[in-house]
């Protein structure tokens, strides 16, 4: 039989981490044993990989005892604390947050693009998972990176509820009932009502006037593709769609390159599948992109305001590619690789 590795979800109840359960379950990962781990407030809960129910065990200092690879996706301050505890207890930490992302001795991946950093887990003994926005974003730039470089980047997205996780979902689906309803929508997770609104900020504010989701994009978006000569900027907003973050890129590349040639190239790279046909009115949607692993790019083609740009709208599953799939992706390279 294949070797089969011990393995933890950290934050295995929330939406990211009940979406990891399916992706192992999906991918038959080769799970040996499976602990699952949340906060206090999900002392006794239950939930079910393979068909069968696993209790959900309160996070702590020794939870990580014996296990091999853990998968967090509890928040910042939780891997903080947590993912070196993990590492010295002798297991790989997949992090899904934005705690170790920038640290320059833990490697940042996103398996299409640069599988080979995952050897670097050796150093913290922590992988960091890229930002939802950031993963789609370079999956459709490293093959034009490769074909003609690229100077500069602007991107705009327009990003789902789900992102903010399953407080956020609820409080969407809430507000929806109450306008059908004819009561006032209560706004208690976003500063302002979401349905029916556009919110052009996520994560904090920072000095520059960027907001620190904008700020992930340009710094996540250089360390993974290796290069920090790209020029990028961002504008992250907040729209009222339960899954898929949907992206507005304009690049200009160091080479001229046509459309077609992107076409071409983005046709055959992996995790990508062109969607782009307007004759047929096909271009990538949220919905078309929910609930499956690959980042849909459509409407390519020539920016009419410059020498060599390139406009490109790229759409993409948060949850799972944005997430839990690029997690599992990486564990699959460490299980092959590495362990
Ligand atoms: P969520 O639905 O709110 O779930 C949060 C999870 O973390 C729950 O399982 C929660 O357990 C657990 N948790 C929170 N505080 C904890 C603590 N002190 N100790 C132990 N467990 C704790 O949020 P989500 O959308 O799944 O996102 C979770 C995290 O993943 C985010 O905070 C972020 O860092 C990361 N994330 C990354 C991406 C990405 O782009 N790669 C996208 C989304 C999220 P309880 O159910 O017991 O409260
Ligand atoms: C996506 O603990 C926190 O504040 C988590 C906030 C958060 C993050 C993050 O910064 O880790 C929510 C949603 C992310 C992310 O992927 O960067």
């Not at 799970?31 to 809960?45: H, I, N």
């Not at 029916?196 to 996540?220: R, S």
């Not at 009419?304 to 390279?333: F, H, P, Y």
Request: proline content about 6%; some cysteine; overall charge neutral.
């Amino acid at each position: 039989m294949a070797r089969q590795f011990k393995v933890a979800v950290c934050g295995a109840t929330g939406a990211v981490g009940n979406q990891m359960l399916q992706c192992l379950e999906e991918r038959d990962f080769p799970v040996g044993e499976l602990r699952l781990l949340a906060s206090e407030r999900s002392r006794g809960k239950t939930l079910t990989y393979k068909g069968q129910s696993i209790p959900v065990q309160v996070l702590g200092p020794d939870s990580f005892q014996g296990i091999q690879i853990a998968l967090f996706s509890a928040g910042a301050s939780t891997s903080k604390q947590f993912a070196p505890l993990a590492a010295r207890a002798g297991a790989v930490v997949v992090d899904n947050s934005s705690c170790w992302r920038m640290d320059p001795a833990v490697p940042l991946v996103v398996p299409e693009v640069n599988p080979q950093d995952v050897a670097a887990y050796t150093n913290q003994g922590i992988i960091a998972n890229p930002n939802c926005s950031t993963i789609q974003m370079v999956v459709a730039l490293k093959p034009i990176h490769d074909l003609a470089g690229i100077e500069r980047v602007v991107v705009s997205t327009y990003q789902a509820v789900s992102g903010t996780g399953q407080k956020a979902i609820f409080e969407l689906e809430g507000q929806l009932k109450a306008l059908h309803e004819g009561r006032a929508p209560e706004a208690k997770v976003y500063p302002y009502q979401i349905a029916g609104n556009l919110l052009p900020h996520i994560d904090v504010f920072q000095d520059n006037g960027y907001t620190k989701e904008e700020m992930k994009m340009v710094l996540e978006t250089r360390k993974i593709m290796g290069d920090d000569s790209i020029k990028l900027s961002a504008t992250c907003v907040r729209v009222p769609v339960r899954y898929s973050h949907s992206e507005a890129v304009n690049i200009t590349t160091r080479k001229k390159i046509t459309p077609e040639q992107v076409r071409a190239a983005l046709a055959q790279a992996p995790g990508v599948k062109v969607v782009d046909d307007p004759a047929k009115l096909l271009y990538p949607t949220p919905l078309m992109a929910a609930g499956q692993d690959l980042t849909l790019v459509g409407r390519i083609r020539e920016d009419i305001s410059q020498e060599r740009g390139i406009d490109l709208w790229v759409v993409a599953d948060n949850i799972r590619k944005g997430a839990a799939t690029n997690a599992v992706q990486i564990a699959e390279i460490l299980a092959a690789k590495y362990l």
